[in-house]
């Protein structure tokens, strides 16, 4: 017969082996998502983000989520929206997800796939401005 902390012991690592499964699956997601970005996502990394003074990354878990871009020294976020973004289901679920964010000390931005699309220059223009502004605001 099993003792008490044997029981104990097995349902701990049938815990974290459910956890690391998760986390592994989001690894699995996060590359996949990296390999086979979206139009617009595809569009930003090209004209704005590659090159940028500030070292972004693309599709990385941040807090169990999967971000668009990331960059680390900006504490920024940047997700691009489309139309499945729409729905009242997903706005809610944005929503928090921002919020949990932005209580970690990220900010987060939203840009629209048709604006990436239409008027890349002009989203490239505000962003950088944008990043500037936030490089101040951690860093003086």
């Known amino acids: 017969m099993r003792s008490k902390w044997w029981v104990v012991f ?3 690592i049938r815990k974290f082996e459910t956890k690391k499964m998760k986390i592994n699956k989001k690894i699995y997601k996060a590359k996949e998502f990296r390999k086979n970005g979206t139009k617009s996502e595809r569009i930003l990394w090209k004209y704005v983000l590659k ?3 500030y070292h972004w990354k693309k599709q990385r878990i941040q807090n169990g989520y999967i971000t668009d871009f990331y960059c680390v ?3 920024l976020i940047i997700e691009v929206d ?3 973004h729409d729905t009242e289901e997903n706005i809610i679920y944005d929503e928090s ?3 949990i964010m932005e209580k ?3 900010n987060v931005i939203r840009i629209r796939n048709e604006d990436i699309q239409t008027i890349i ?3 490239g223009n505000y962003l950088n401005l944008l990043f500037d502004e936030r490089y101040k605001e951690l860093y003086g």
């Open 82 to 84: 489309g139309e499945t």
């Open 121 to 123: 220059y002009e989203v």
């Open 10 to 12: 097995q349902i701990c």
């Open 97 to 99: 997800r921002t919020n």
């Open 104 to 106: 970690k000390g990220y």
């Open 51 to 53: 090159n940028n003074k």
């Open 73 to 75: 020294k900006l504490k």
